[in-house]
């Protein structure tokens, strides 16, 4: 890989803020909050109280606002013969690209956030 897409890989990694007990009791909501609707389930298991779950929970909700507004674009995009469909399924395979990302960090027990979009909201992590 290129150095520059690693950089963009690169995002800061808070993962030592977070407490290893908690970590391992949150792994599973914390992927699952990366899928569609799915971000809140770490923000119900155990009222709430999992910081890292939290982390996760913001993540995957700026993931599911960012396929929302995606999903616009592309719906528009796609009207435009042939470059429109085009670009729109570089703007779904990116999204599918940061999911990915979102339920292998949380996974591995890494609070990273999401390149490009991960710093643009703090909602339920604060």
Known sequence: MSKDFNDFLNTPDNSVMYDTQDIQDNK???ALSYVGIL???PLLVNGGKSRYGKYHANQGFI???ADIVCGIAGAILGMIPIIGGI???????ALLALLIIGIINAANGKAKELPLIGGLLHVFDK
């Open 39 to 41: 971000f809140i389930l």
């Open 28 to 30: 599973i909501w914390a």
């Open 87 to 93: 670009l729109s399924a570089l703007l779904s395979l």
């Open 63 to 65: 993931l599911f606002l």
